[in-house]
């Protein structure tokens, strides 16, 4: 078996997504941003969604993507281009990295300007949490942490093994809402909470008890900034 069917064979997944064609470069910049915000990926065009190859003409889908990397995304996104031969047909491999220049953003129905992620083969919008997260990943300078009763009760709120809505953290943390996403932002690049969805909004949990000992214990400064240790979003 060809090493494109094998990419096939193993179906839509995490960094993988099939389209039989590119009709709209602005949806399809949605995609792109959600790999370069995420783990990177490929997508095969000229496959369908079941793994049949149908083929496409390369020339014009390299177009349409190249609209929607440049065009559609903010910051434009980098990609690399494969052509792949399956007997008379052609499949176009777009491959995407995890970007340095993350969070990207594209338009959404209502013209606003949006960050997306991908988790397993689906697309959603990113939190504006998720998105200072990104932020973070990408510099140094980050807001001061500060630890005072209010945190301590939000702390121990996780530690009973609760899953808290943003407004419930707010709430135990009596911090307002940009407050509050810079708190969890740096709480999850320091992989102390994990987030996920639910249908009533993104949650936000304990994922390492020994990290928020470590936090209470010595402090925010032994928190050493490295953007190649920070867990990519797992929801």
């Not at 911090?175 to 969805?197: A, H, N, Q, R, Y």
């Not at 400064?221 to 490295?226: E, G, I, L």
Request: with cysteine.
């Amino acid at each position: 078996m060809s090493f494109i069917l094998k990419l096939i064979e193993e179906g839509e997944h995490l960094t993988q997504d099939f389209k039989l064609r590119v009709d709209d470069s602005g949806k399809i910049a949605k995609t792109i941003a959600a790999f370069a915000n995420t783990s990177g990926g490929r997508l095969l065009i000229g496959v369908k969604d079941n793994g049949v190859v149908a083929g496409c003409n390369t020339e014009e889908e390299f177009h349409m993507v190249e609209a929607a990397a440049q065009m559609y995304c903010r910051p434009a996104v980098s990609f690399e281009v494969q052509v792949w031969r399956v007997e008379f047909k052609k499949v176009l491999e777009i491959k995407i990295e995890r970007s340095n220049g993350r969070p990207h953003f594209v338009k959404d129905e209502q013209g606003e300007w949006q960050a997306y992620l991908r988790k397993e083969d689906r697309i959603h919008k990113a939190s504006p949490v998720m998105v200072k997260v990104w932020q973070y990943q990408m510099r140094h300078d980050r807001t001061e942490f500060r630890y005072d009763i209010n945190v301590g009760k939000l702390f121990s709120a996780l530690r009973d093994s609760r899953e808290l809505r943003f407004v419930q953290v707010a709430r135990l943390a009596r911090l307002g809402f940009e407050e509050t996403e810079d708190l969890l932002s740096l709480l999850i690049v320091w992989s102390i909470v994990k987030t996920k969805p639910s249908k009533k909004g993104f949650l936000y949990e304990l994922a390492d008890s020994k990290a928020m000992d470590k936090l209470e214990s010595e402090g925010s400064q032994v928190f050493k900034y490295n953007q190649h240790n920070i867990p990519n979003f797992e929801a």
